[in-house]
């Protein structure tokens, strides 16, 4: 007999999942052990391998529930001006100042880059319906039409993001983001 139903591992999957997804954000992917990742869930070591076959599996797993998390956030935001909310929201200092809160393509981009092909098929499905998303705001009625542009606005929006966190002098991380919004918000179209 099972010492936990299906429901509990469930719960367990889903919180090392989320956990592992915040710390990955927050330290990079190969910034923490097994060991780290299972403490932060409140679980042993010996609990992991319940769950995942390896730590590239636990990987490419929370990048795909990181990219769906924050396209359901940007699916909540409403119709008229949720474009533009997404861009000011995206390129904030609050963004900047809370990589373990925010989008893993500005927090994990170079190292999903150098993933197996497992993590990096999740990061381009997950972006690509993100993408689609936005692209179905910005042309309606063709969506396919937008998806060049959808993909370079988003490419405008993570390379800002990125170069804001490296910066050490807050003016001018501060000056980057702003910048940052302003191309986006131009590239959109959109008053600002």
Known sequence: MARYGAEHKQETRRRIIETAGRRFKRDGIYGSGIATLMKDAGLTN??????FESKEDLVATAVADQ??????????????GGIEQFVRGYLSAAHRDNPDRGCPSAALL???GRG???????????????????????????????????????????GPLQLSRAIADRELADE????GTQNALAILGAEH
């Not at 990219?67 to 008229?80: D, G, K, V, W, Y």
Request: proline content about 4%; charged content about 25%.
């Open 46 to 51: 010996g609990a992991f391998y319940a769950h």
């Open 67 to 80: 990219l769906r998390e924050q396209r359901e956030r940007f699916n909540a935001q409403p119709l008229t």
């Open 110 to 112: 170079d190292e999903i």
């Open 116 to 158: 197996t092909d497992a993590t990096r098929q999740a990061y381009t499905d997950g972006l690509l319906a993100i993408i689609d998303d936005i692209a179905a705001r910005l042309a309606p009625e063709d969506p396919q039409s937008a998806r060049g542009k959808t993909l370079s606005l988003f490419a405008m929006m993570v």
């Open 176 to 179: 980057i983001l702003q910048h």
